[in-house]
Every structure is written in C-alpha cells, then in structure tokens.
Nanobody
Framework: QVQLAESGGGLVQPGGSLRLSCAAS????????MGWNRQAPGKQRELVAL???????DYADSVKGRFTISKDNTKNLVYLQMNSLKPEDTAVYSC??????????????WGQGTQVTVSS
C-alpha cells in the first residue's frame, strides 16, 4: 500500500500564493512520476502539473507561468507552488504518484485532497 499525506491548502485572496506539499510513503521501490490534479464543484478533474523522475514537468495551460511543481526524490515529496492565484483556481487539489512497489508491481495512487479557496 502507498499512503499520500497532503498539506498546505486553505483560503487565500486573489493574487496571493499557497504552497501544497505531498509526502508518499509505504511500499515504494521507485517513483516514476508525481503530480497534482484538481476538481472544482460541477467540473471534471483536471491535471494541474506533473513531474517525472527525471525532472521533466508538464502543466495545464491555465496555470502555466503561475504554478511550479518540484520534488524531493530522497523523501518522495512533491510540492506545488501556486502564485497569482485566481478565483477560478478554487478546487480540491489531489496528489498523484505512479511507480513500483517493493515487489516490482506497478501502482498509481491518489491522495484524499486538500481544499484551496481563492476569494476576497
């Protein structure tokens, strides 16, 4: 099993910043990619940012230039720095990890999610 612990959500004014963190633990041999999705009420889940084990990043067009994803390989941590936040960024943000278990089976895991609300 793989456990994901997310933190850093909250309420912020438009134009403000938040930093989300996610720590993966459990039966992990290797991590291939980590990332963040978000889902707003009444909308489909959206991939926000993804980072590969080699450091290649990918972002949704709606967050390019404002959000930055980074990771700490030694601790299986992934971060999402969110700047210049807009009301439309309001959503539940969930961490995502893909890799191999200790027994070499592939896995994909999602976190419970953390609420981000952008409002004045």
């Amino acid at each position: 099993q793989v456990q994901l612990a997310e933190s850093g959500g909250g309420l912020v004014q438009p134009g403000g910043s938040l930093r989300l963190s996610c720590a993966a633990s459990g039966s992990i041999f290797s991590v291939r990619a980590m990332g963040w999705n978000r889902q707003a009420p009444g909308k489909q889940r959206e991939l926000v940012a993804l980072i590969s084990s080699g450091g290649t990043t990918d972002y949704a067009d709606s967050v390019k230039g404002r959000f930055t994803i980074s990771k700490d390989n030694t601790k299986n941590l992934v971060y999402l720095q969110m700047n210049s936040l807009k009301p439309e960024d309001t959503a539940v943000y969930s961490c995502y990890v893909r890799g191999k278990h200790l027994d070499q089976r592939d896995f994909s895991s999602w976190g419970q999610g953390t609420q981000v609300t952008v409002s004045s």
